[in-house]
């Protein structure tokens, strides 16, 4: 299927469900996330409430035919403190059925465009070790590999290194 089939849309409270399973399936499988335990469906939707109360965007990538959420992208606060606030955390995750067609691609591109028109100013990502895909992924779009963090993480009883990468709008 070609990505072209799927269509990119800002996300409506409706898709909440859908993106809190594809995060709860990296949660429960891969060091991508560092939570250890699924987000309850109630903690998915203020994640969405407060996300979007915040002025950052959630774009979501819908399959053809099924409407299905194929995978989302998020902004999110880099940190909170006042000087921060041109600065924002990207996310993006796609389902893993849906993988490898080009929508990581589609709706990174989609949400930096997003970003600047929004007035963020630098655009940040964490990504986690073995994770080759998020980081010739960001690599794409410009992104410059800030540095690695030693054992920041740990999950499944191991240490997890952890590299920034950032992209001046
Ligand atoms: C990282 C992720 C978003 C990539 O999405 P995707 O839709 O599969 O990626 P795309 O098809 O758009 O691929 C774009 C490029 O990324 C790289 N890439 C994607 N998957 C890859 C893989 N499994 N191995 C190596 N490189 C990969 C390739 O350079 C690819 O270009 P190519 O297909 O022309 O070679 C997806 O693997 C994912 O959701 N992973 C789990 C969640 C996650 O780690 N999110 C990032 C943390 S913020």
Not at 28 to 50: H, I, K
């Amino acid at each position: 299927m070609s990505k072209s089939n799927y269509t990119v849309r800002e996300a409506t409270e409706a898709d909440a469900s859908a993106i809190n399973d594809i995060v709860n399936y990296e949660i429960g499988t891969s060091v991508n996330n560092f939570n250890y335990s699924s987000r309850s469906e109630e903690d998915g939707l203020a994640w969405f409430r407060s996300t979007i109360n915040g002025g950052y965007p959630i774009l979501v990538a819908v399959a053809p035919e099924t409407n299905a959420i194929a995978g989302y992208a998020s902004l999110g606060s880099f940190r909170q403190k006042d000087g921060y606030r041109f600065t924002a955390e990207y996310s993006v995750y796609i389902h893993q059925d849906h993988r490898r067609r080009g929508l990581g691609r589609l709706l990174l591109r989609d949400l930096l465009i997003k970003a600047k028109e929004l007035n963020f100013h630098a655009i940040i990502g964490s990504i986690s070790e073995g994770n080759e895909a998020s980081l010739k992924l960001c690599a794409e779009f410009g992104f410059r590999v800030v540095g690695t963090m030693r054992e920041n993480g740990y999950k499944f009883d191991r240490w997890i290194d952890n590299t920034f990468v950032e992209l001046i709008l």
